[in-house]
């Protein structure tokens, strides 16, 4: 199993090749005494219920070993609602050792998991004084909770204009000293058990961007180098802000991660926000999963990124069905630099960072790898400096596990004058507004070779950069964008993940430190990208949700996201990848989420925690694995089992062989009273679809009626695995779309 995590937007940020910082980030071992935090599972004591949390800790600290030093010093966290255990500083033998001991289940060393705006709102139809900002009063009363990097108090976006105090639920605690915690940031703890112990500061700038995205208060005149200037907001303005640091520059541990949600289940937030994971886990093994399924059993919505893996297929993080799982997209907003070259060519690409003082003249074009050396085509650190690149124009390829930013760096030091930076081949059409440190523009990979192609055909190569500023216009938005992992899920096959994707691309949000030296020093902001952006705009719209729908639950609120979501671009064409290629659902999910289609879903399916069980034996997993993850006991042959397919979820991901394949799905009437709904099946390639019946007749609010969706080969024979498809069920008002996805075998 990979011992690995990732703050989703590092890799974006700084490496254009994920796969690449993926070998890179190593996982840290304390050297010191030996000792690493392990994660103990152990049975409570027989017959005894420990409410009390010091009689808890009292039977923990009974499984530590004989010691000199205090056993505060050896036991790190004690879990309370998200698992029967503690995690410990232990060495090998110890924890060897305790496995001869009475109520000992488990124990395993902390896995490392490694880190994976002023336009967002309003391209995703959210306005003031309008539509679902306005009824979900811009998400007051409800608590987010973040698992991040810490955060910067003090910033403008977490300023408590307007805020009412925090509800009289919350139970959290303020690590801050002083004034840095108010209305707006409620809650801040530090749970970084290989580390300093401190408050819980961002180092990273990672957590104060994806708090600022979930909830950033209005902030009028923010930008980046004067680019993207706007109002910058959170999905949520009103919402209040808890901070759970689990993540340091080493990684995120996941001992760490499970007793932030043990503590947040505790404290009261209402959604939590994981911008981190891993590779694909089995659940039980997945502290993710089984923190998120006790939030899930007292109502907190999970919102989690997919991962930055892409455009790999069957790379997700993050995949239990109780999760909101979020893929990354583009918005509308580009900052555009042009190239023009000698034979009159011309290319437009991205750079957020925009001199005013660059000469729009023809400079001499060089193409760094013309050499044929691999390390100077990727413009890797000191890879010029033998090379007369003084004054020029020089063309970096994309990737090689080199940064971006840095390729601007490597060119700067050997005295050129400007980057074109091309994509590689997977990334195709997906280019970045980066705070490069010269002037730059990024352009497609097809744009690149032909660019090449120009530099090899001419004596005197030359080309000239012009910046646009910030462009909204780009009509083929939303796409996909080529680091937004894909489905299929390895985990459970028979959910489709993943459920959603969000604008993760360029996204402009609180910073810790200025990046550009010249603004406001209290006012920073930074446009980074990652699926770590387009989670936290999901937990913002789940906290609006939320404050509209106070009594759905989670499975209710994932379902009216995922059952109203788009699949067109603003051209009207469908939502497409990085190649310019219609995305398919296992980079698309439902769609591109629309915030006040899913204020009004219609329909919705809906799940109780336990429901989840049935389907749990029905992965194969056994009662302890089980027992793991819902934290009671289980007994699969005592229960009936069901397919993964058959939970009750808002899309289908069927294998189909020569057999006929029947589901049941039961929808709640959450609209109108008297509401009557159609099925439509939208065609799915080489497979029949029959829905039985075909139509529902509501007569009540909450009534649910339930339905029968068969699957069979047609007689047409398909040549392809995967085939996809969609079932609607549309009233006079409404569209309650489920994506389809059949593996034909
Ligand atoms: C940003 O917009 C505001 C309001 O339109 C304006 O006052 C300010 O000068 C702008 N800042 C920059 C850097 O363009
Ligand atoms: C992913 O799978 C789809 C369908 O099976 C295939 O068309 C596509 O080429 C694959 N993509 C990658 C990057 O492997
Ligand atoms: C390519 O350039 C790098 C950096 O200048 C150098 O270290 C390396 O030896 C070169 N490789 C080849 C194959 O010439
Ligand atoms: C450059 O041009 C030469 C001659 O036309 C050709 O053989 C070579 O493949 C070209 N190289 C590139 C990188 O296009
Ligand atoms: C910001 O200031 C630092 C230190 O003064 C300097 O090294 C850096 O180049 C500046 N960055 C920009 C983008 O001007
Ligand atoms: C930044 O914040 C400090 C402390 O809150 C304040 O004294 C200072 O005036 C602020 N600076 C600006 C430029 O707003
Ligand atoms: C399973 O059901 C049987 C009969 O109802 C019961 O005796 C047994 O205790 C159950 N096992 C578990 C683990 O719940
Ligand atoms: C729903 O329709 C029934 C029969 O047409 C009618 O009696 C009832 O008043 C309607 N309910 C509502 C809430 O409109
Ligand atoms: C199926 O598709 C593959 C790849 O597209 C092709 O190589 C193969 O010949 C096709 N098989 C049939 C039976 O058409």
């Given at each position: 199993?990979?011992?690995?995590?990732?703050?989703?937007?590092v890799?974006?940020?700084?490496?254009?090749?994920?796969?690449?910082i993926a070998d890179?980030?190593?996982?840290?071992?304390?050297t010191k005494?030996?000792?690493?935090?392990?994660?103990?599972?152990?049975?409570?004591?027989?017959?005894?219920?420990l409410?009390?949390s010091?009689?808890?800790?009292s039977?923990?600290?009974?499984?530590?070993?004989?010691?000199?030093?205090?056993?505060?010093?050896?036991l790190v966290?004690?879990y309370?609602n998200v698992?029967t255990?503690?995690?410990?500083k232990?060495?090998p033998?110890?924890?060897?050792e305790?496995?001869k001991?009475?109520?000992?289940?488990?124990?395993?060393?902390q896995?490392?998991?490694s880190?994976?705006?002023t336009h967002?709102p309003?391209f995703?139809?959210?306005?003031q004084?309008?539509?679902?900002?306005?009824s979900?009063n811009?998400g007051?009363?409800?608590?987010?909770?973040l698992l991040?990097?810490g955060i910067?108090?003090?910033?403008p976006?977490?300023?408590d204009?307007?805020?009412?105090?925090?509800?009289k639920?919350?139970?959290?605690?303020c690590?801050?000293t002083?004034?840095?915690c108010?209305?707006?940031?409620?809650?801040?703890?530090?749970?970084?058990?290989?580390g300093?112990?401190?408050?819980p500061?961002?180092?990273?700038?990672?957590g104060t961007?994806t708090a600022?995205?979930a909830?950033?208060n209005?902030v009028?005149?923010?930008?980046v180098?004067?680019?993207?200037n706007g109002?910058?907001?959170?999905m949520?303005?009103r919402?209040?802000?808890?901070?759970?640091?689990?993540c340091?520059?080493?990684?995120?541990?996941?001992?760490?991660?499970?007793?932030?949600?043990?503590?947040?289940?505790d404290?009261?937030?209402d959604v939590?926000s994981?911008s981190?994971g891993g590779?694909?886990f089995?659940f039980f093994?997945?502290?993710?999963?089984?923190g998120a399924?006790a939030?899930?059993?007292?109502?907190?919505?999970?919102s989690?990124?997919?991962g930055?893996?892409g455009?790999f297929?069957a790379s997700?993080?993050?995949?239990a069905?109780?999760?909101?799982?979020?893929?990354?997209?583009?918005?509308?907003?580009?900052?555009?630099?042009t190239?023009?070259l000698?034979?009159?060519?011309?290319?437009?690409g991205?750079?957020l960072?925009q001199?005013s003082?660059?000469?729009?003249?023809?400079?001499?074009?060089?193409?760094?790898?013309a050499?044929?050396?691999?390390?100077a085509?990727?413009?890797?650190?000191g890879?010029?400096d033998d090379?007369d690149?003084?004054?020029?124009i020089?063309?970096?390829?994309?990737?090689?596990?080199?940064?971006?930013?840095?390729?601007g760096q490597?060119?700067?030091?050997?005295?050129?004058?400007?980057m074109?930076l091309?994509?590689?081949?997977?990334?195709?059409y997906?280019?970045?507004?980066?705070?490069?440190v010269?002037?730059?523009?990024?352009v497609?990979y097809?744009?690149g070779?032909k660019i090449?192609?120009?530099?090899?055909s001419s004596?005197t190569?030359?080309a000239?950069?012009t910046?646009q500023?910030?462009?909204?216009a780009?009509?083929?938005?939303?796409?996909?964008?080529?680091f937004?992992?894909?489905g299929?899920?390895?985990a459970s096959p028979?959910i489709l993940k993943?459920?959603?994707?969000?604008?993760?691309?360029?996204?402009l949000?609180?910073w810790?430190v200025s990046v550009d030296?010249?603004?406001?020093?209290n006012?920073?902001?930074?446009?980074?990208s990652?699926?770590?952006?387009s989670?936290?705009?999901?937990?913002?719209?789940?906290?609006?949700?939320?404050?509209?729908?106070?009594d759905?639950s989670?499975?209710?609120?994932?379902s009216?996201i995922m059952?109203t979501?788009?699949?067109?671009?603003l051209?009207?064409g469908?939502?497409?990848?990085?190649?310019?290629?219609?995305?398919d659902?296992f980079?698309?999910g439902?769609?591109?989420?629309?915030?006040?289609?899913?204020?009004?879903p219609?329909?919705v399916?809906?799940?109780?925690?336990e429901d989840?069980?049935?389907?749990?034996?029905?992965l194969g997993?056994t009662d302890d694995?089980?027992?793991?993850i819902?934290?009671?006991s289980?007994?699969?042959?005592?229960?009936?089992s069901v397919?993964?397919?058959?939970l009750n979820?808002p899309s289908?991901?069927?294998k189909l062989?020569?057999a006929t394949?029947?589901y049941?799905r039961?929808?709640?009437?959450?609209?109108?009273?008297?509401?009557?709904?159609?099925?439509?099946?939208?065609r799915v390639k080489?497979?029949?679809?029959?829905?039985?019946?075909g139509t529902l007749?509501f007569?009540?609010?909450?009534?649910k009626m339930?339905?029968?969706?068969?699957?069979?080969k047609?007689?047409?024979?398909?040549?392809?695995t995967?085939?996809?498809?969609?079932i609607v069920?549309r009233?006079?008002?409404?569209?309650?779309r489920s994506p389809?996805?059949v593996?034909?075998?």
């Amino acid at each position: 199993m990979a011992l690995i995590m990732f703050i989703f937007y590092v890799i974006c940020m700084l490496f254009s090749s994920p796969l690449v910082i993926a070998d890179d980030i190593t996982i840290e071992i304390p050297t010191k005494s030996n000792l690493q935090t392990y994660i103990v599972r152990v049975n409570l004591p027989r017959g005894r219920v420990l409410a009390d949390s010091d009689k808890l800790e009292s039977w923990y600290t009974s499984f530590l070993p004989a010691r000199e030093e205090a056993d505060s010093a050896r036991l790190v966290h004690s879990y309370r609602n998200v698992a029967t255990g503690f995690a410990a500083k232990l060495s090998p033998e110890e924890a060897k050792e305790m496995e001869k001991m009475e109520g000992f289940i488990t124990a395993r060393p902390q896995k490392k998991l490694s880190l994976h705006t002023t336009h967002s709102p309003s391209f995703l139809g959210l306005h003031q004084n309008l539509g679902l900002w306005k009824s979900s009063n811009y998400g007051e009363g409800v608590i987010i909770g973040l698992l991040d990097t810490g955060i910067a108090p003090g910033h403008p976006s977490f300023d408590d204009k307007d805020m009412p105090p925090p509800p009289k639920k919350w139970k959290g605690k303020c690590e801050f000293t002083g004034a840095a915690c108010n209305n707006k940031l409620i809650g801040a703890r530090s749970f970084i058990s290989d580390g300093p112990a401190g408050p819980p500061v961002d180092e990273e700038g990672h957590g104060t961007h994806t708090a600022g995205t979930a909830a950033g208060n209005f902030v009028p005149g923010a930008n980046v180098f004067g680019m993207a200037n706007g109002t910058a907001a959170g999905m949520a303005p009103r919402a209040h802000l808890a901070v759970y640091k689990v993540c340091s520059e080493d990684g995120c541990g996941d001992a760490d991660i499970l007793a932030a949600m043990d503590t947040a289940v505790d404290d009261g937030v209402d959604v939590l926000s994981l911008s981190l994971g891993g590779g694909s886990f089995d659940f039980f093994d997945d502290v993710i999963a089984v923190g998120a399924f006790a939030a899930i059993q007292k109502g907190i919505f999970v919102s989690c990124s997919a991962g930055n893996s892409g455009p790999f297929n069957a790379s997700l993080s993050n995949e239990a069905p109780w999760i909101l799982t979020v893929g990354a997209s583009t918005t509308d907003r580009r900052i555009l630099a042009t190239t023009v070259l000698g034979n009159k060519d011309v290319y437009t690409g991205e750079s957020l960072f925009q001199p005013s003082n660059f000469p729009y003249e023809s400079m001499p074009l060089i193409d760094a790898g013309a050499g044929g050396n691999e390390t100077a085509g990727l413009c890797g650190p000191g890879s010029l400096d033998d090379t007369d690149v003084k004054g020029k124009i020089v063309l970096c390829q994309r990737g090689g596990g080199v940064a971006r930013i840095e390729k601007g760096q490597t060119v700067k030091d050997a005295g050129g004058a400007a980057m074109i930076l091309m994509n590689d081949e997977l990334d195709a059409y997906d280019t970045v507004a980066d705070p490069h440190v010269l002037p730059a523009t990024h352009v497609s990979y097809d744009a690149g070779e032909k660019i090449r192609a120009y530099i090899n055909s001419s004596s005197t190569p030359w080309a000239a950069i012009t910046f646009q500023g910030t462009v909204i216009a780009n009509p083929s938005a939303p796409t996909v964008a080529s680091f937004s992992s894909r489905g299929p899920s390895l985990a459970s096959p028979g959910i489709l993940k993943p459920d959603i994707i969000g604008p993760g691309v360029s996204i402009l949000a609180a910073w810790p430190v200025s990046v550009d030296n010249n603004t406001n020093e209290n006012a920073t902001f930074n446009m980074i990208s990652g699926t770590s952006m387009s989670c936290p705009h999901l937990s913002g719209i789940a906290a609006l949700l939320k404050s509209t729908h106070p009594d759905w639950s989670p499975a209710a609120i994932k379902s009216a996201i995922m059952t109203t979501a788009g699949q067109l671009d603003l051209e009207g064409g469908p939502i497409e990848d990085e190649r310019h290629l219609p995305a398919d659902v296992f980079a698309l999910g439902a769609g591109h989420v629309n915030p006040s289609s899913a204020n009004d879903p219609g329909l919705v399916y809906d799940l109780q925690p336990e429901d989840y069980i049935p389907y749990l034996c029905g992965l194969g997993y056994t009662d302890d694995e089980i027992r793991t993850i819902v934290q009671q006991s289980v007994s699969c042959s005592n229960i009936t089992s069901v397919p993964e397919v058959q939970l009750n979820y808002p899309s289908f991901s069927v294998k189909l062989g020569p057999a006929t394949k029947t589901y049941t799905r039961t929808v709640t009437n959450v609209g109108e009273a008297n509401s009557t709904y159609s099925v439509e099946v939208n065609r799915v390639k080489g497979v029949d679809v029959g829905v039985t019946p075909g139509t529902l007749s509501f007569t009540k609010v909450n009534q649910k009626m339930t339905y029968e969706i068969k699957f069979s080969k047609s007689s047409t024979r398909v040549n392809a695995t995967f085939v996809q498809g969609a079932i609607v069920w549309r009233s006079e008002k409404r569209a309650v779309r489920s994506p389809i996805s059949v593996k034909l075998v």
